[in-house]
């Protein structure tokens, strides 16, 4: 990861890297991506970690779900807060049983998606705080 207004979108699917990765880059953060959950925990064993993750559910190789029971059981990944974006219709059950700080629902709004990007990572360019809001 490069810095710590760092967002890492995890998703198979490339267009949907590419449209999140230019919203949030415009909105000011700096975005790494990684197209399934093996990638992922690659990413995140470079170095800094980033302000937020977020996780696709369906991915070849290794799933969200699969990605974030290793990231919870990893002190170090643990800490950093995930945020599912989903076309799954039961992913917001999947939010509750993975433990995560929120869930997006695929098509996700642009206005939307910052705003949780925002709760969740703070504004770009500004301080993380040591937790997530509630």
Same mark, same amino acid.
């Given at each position: 990861m %490069?810095?710590d207004?760092?967002?890492l979108?995890? =998703?198979d =699917?490339?267009?949907?890297? +590419?449209?999140? +990765?230019? *919203?949030l880059?415009m #909105?000011?953060y700096?975005v +790494?991506? *990684?197209?399934?959950?093996l990638e *992922?925990l690659?990413?995140?064993?470079?170095?800094?970690?980033?302000r937020?993750?977020?996780?696709d559910l369906?991915?070849? /190789?290794?799933?969200?779900w699969?990605?974030r029971?290793?990231?919870? @059981? =990893?002190r170090?990944?643990s800490?950093?807060?995930?945020?599912?974006v989903s %076309?799954d219709?039961?992913?917001?059950?999947a939010a509750a /049983?993975?433990? /995560? #700080? @929120?869930c997006?629902? &695929?098509?996700v709004?642009? =206005?939307?998606l910052?705003e949780v /990007? *925002?709760?969740? @990572?703070g &504004?770009a360019?500004?301080?993380?705080s040591? %937790?997530a809001?509630?």
């Open positions: %490069s810095s207004s760092t967002i979108v995890v =998703d =699917d490339p267009a949907i890297r +590419e449209v999140m +990765e230019e *919203a880059s #909105a000011g700096s +790494e991506t *990684a197209t399934d959950g *992922a690659q990413r995140l064993g470079e170095g800094n970690l980033p937020l993750i977020l996780l369906m991915m070849p /190789v290794m799933n969200g699969q990605f029971q290793r990231q919870s @059981a =990893d170090r990944l800490q950093v807060p995930v945020v599912i %076309s219709r039961r992913a917001g059950e /049983v993975l433990g /995560v #700080a @929120a997006l629902t &695929k098509p709004g642009l =206005d939307e910052l /990007v *925002a709760r969740y @990572a &504004k360019g500004g301080s993380l040591s %937790s809001p509630p």
